[in-house]
T-cell receptor, first 108, second 115 residues
């Protein structure tokens, strides 16, 4: 069964708005990673947050992790049309297990 | 440029005709893996390899074989493809950091259709 589940399944916003995606997982983890996938392409690693971290930033990306709730969120600020993609969270403990993804569409 | 390459990118074949999808990485990574991606199911790991001559089953290994004779190559073999193996396949190569974190680099994907 899948470890990570993203919510919402799909999200449509205007350029300049913020996009928030959530991920829930089932078992304890060492770290959680977020990936982006452009349509039909391979996944690109965005950011990793360790289990002992609560928040992490990378450019316009902000990731939070709440291990007590077994959940994480990815915030993309000031979104751009180029951010249109599917976003996946992936968790270990011993190997990456991917959720089904959130499809983000950013309209110009 | 660090990259993972896969070939072919697209393949339409018939049931039962053996095929191989190649995967190669130029980053000297020890860990490589194969995933399939299906709508509503996300990515599921088929096989992985911790190093040369070391392979192990992932979550959905049935109907697939792999080999790891060299560090850079990790081919996926379908001995007798069936229509339920129609999917988008990704090879990944993993950089293992010393602090038990890791990052996967994905190939561009192979879209396989079995009729």
């Amino acid at each position: 069964s899948q470890q990570g589940e993203e919510d919402p399944q799909a999200l449509s916003i205007q350029e300049g708005e913020n996009a928030t995606m959530n991920c829930s997982y089932k078992t304890s983890i060492n770290n959680l990673q977020w990936y982006r996938q452009n349509s039909g392409r391979g996944l690109v690693h965005l950011i990793l947050i360790r289990s002992n971290e609560r928040e992490k930033h990378s450019g316009r990306l902000r990731v939070t992790l709440d291990t007590s709730k077994k959940s994480s969120s990815l915030l993309i600020t000031a979104s751009r049309a180029a951010d249109t993609a599917s976003y996946f969270c992936a968790t270990d403990p011993d190997k990456l297990i991917f959720g089904t993804g959130t499809r983000l569409q950013v309209f110009p | 440029e660090a990259q993972v390459t896969q070939n072919p990118r697209y393949l339409i074949t018939v049931t039962g005709k053996k095929l191989t999808v190649t995967c190669s990485q130029n980053m000297n990574h020890e860990y490589m893996s194969w995933y399939r991606q299906d709508p509503g199911l996300g990515l599921r790991q088929i096989y992985y390899s911790m190093n040369v001559e070391v392979t192990d089953k992932g979550d959905v290994p049935e109907g697939y074989k792999v080999s790891r004779k060299e560090k850079r190559n990790f081919p996926l073999i379908l001995e007798s493809p069936s229509p339920n193996q129609t999917s988008l396949y990704f090879c990944a190569s993993t950089r293992l950091a010393g602090d038990a974190t890791y990052e996967q680099y994905f190939g561009p994907g192979t879209r396989l259709t079995v009729t």
